[in-house]
């Protein structure tokens, strides 16, 4: 992209769209991790291009996960509905650090049942009556992408490599999360790609559900999001 603008942020702009770039690397982890984020011509996608490098002097095994943008009371609607590829849905055990699989969804998310056995249908957002806060993941895309549409006529959708993020973190919270950070004021859905179906690295491990870099070795993602008409 033509036109770069020098300056701390490292920012390219100029008529045909714009980019920035940030970079951090990690405190207790010898890891480089950058994003660029673009936005070209008169397109409403967002391009987002991710970098992990490896820094240290030894293999590192890691977990990436991709924190996307929840949507809100502000784009949410009842009811609004959720569109996959033809998946499988897991769920946490209640009292139990494994995993059980409750359903295949083809299209939408499937229903799943509730630790206190009440259904609930994931392929849209209730409303903020049911007071709850629930968590499943999605696994076995065939390709890597997902549709939030609202009854307004938006459609928030996501692409993404499949072959480092197989998986799908379904976050729903209709008022019912409380105590530190969202004492039951939170009223959202999140789709957040991840490498692992596991939430804590030791169990990842064991299951190997570890992404790996050795001395100097990188690894590169490419997404798109976008709010479209649907």
Partial sequence: MAGIVSGRGGLPCDHKG????FAVVTTRTPFLLERTMLLEGSAPILQLRERVVNEGDEV???????????????????????VLPRCEVVTLAAGNPDYFTSGRASGQVATRERQAGTAIDLSGMPGPEPKA?????????????????????????????IHIFPYLWYWQVTR???????YGTTYNLALEPHSSLFPMLPRAL???????LGPGQELTAELEAAVLPC
């Fill in 133 to 161: 806060h629930d968590l499943a993941f999605l696994r076995g895309f065939d390709e890597g992408r997902y549709e939030i549409r609202n009854q307004r006529g938006l459609s928030f959708q996501m692409r993404l490599p």
């Fill in 176 to 182: 019912g999360a409380f105590g530190y950070p969202w």
């Fill in 206 to 212: 064991e299951q190997g559900h570890v992404l790996k």
């Fill in 60 to 82: 590192l095994e890691f977990m990436w996960a991709r924190i996307i943008p929840r949507s809100d009371v502000r784009f949410l609607d009842e009811p609004c509905e959720v």
């Fill in 18 to 21: 714009v980019a920035v770039k």
